[in-house]
Nanobody, 122 residues
Framework: QMRLVESGGGSVQAGGSLRLSCAIS?????????MAWFRQAPGEEREGVAG?????RINYRDSVKERFTISKDKNTLYLQMNSLKPEDTAMYYC?????????????????WGQGTQVTVSS
């Protein structure tokens, strides 16, 4: 059973930076995985922020390009967030799923963390 635990959220002023981490356990070595960060603001749908697959291919939503950077090592997924804006305020979730391509579609992901809150004040 896979387990994902996020950390690194917090409150910052606009223009600040945060680095989110997601510790992943329970992966097998015989399957390809995609991993991603999603976010959900109150009253909004969950949206994909950045995704990465086992071949290192990366995908970002347009609004975070050149501000956010996704990366991973063997068992941890990261999201470096720079130049944060108030509209980045949301609960951030990491997720992993079987397969290739750095999809940003929630249905493509099988396992989810509990989330970490990011609040950006103006």
């Amino acid at each position: 059973q896979m387990r994902l635990v996020e950390s690194g959220g917090g409150s910052v002023q606009a223009g600040g930076s945060l680095r989110l981490s997601c510790a992943i356990s329970g992966k097998t070595t015989t399957t390809y995985y995609r991993m991603a960060w999603f976010r959900q603001a109150p009253g909004e749908e969950r949206e994909g922020v950045a995704g990465i697959d086992d071949f290192g291919r990366i995908n970002y939503r347009d609004s975070v390009k050149e501000r956010f950077t996704i990366s991973k090592d063997k068992n941890t997924l990261y999201l470096q967030m720079n130049s944060l804006k108030p509209e980045d305020t949301a609960m951030y979730y990491c997720a992993t799923g079987y397969g290739l391509s750095p999809s940003l579609r929630p249905p493509d992901y099988n396992y989810w963390g509990q989330g970490t809150q990011v609040t950006v004040s103006s």
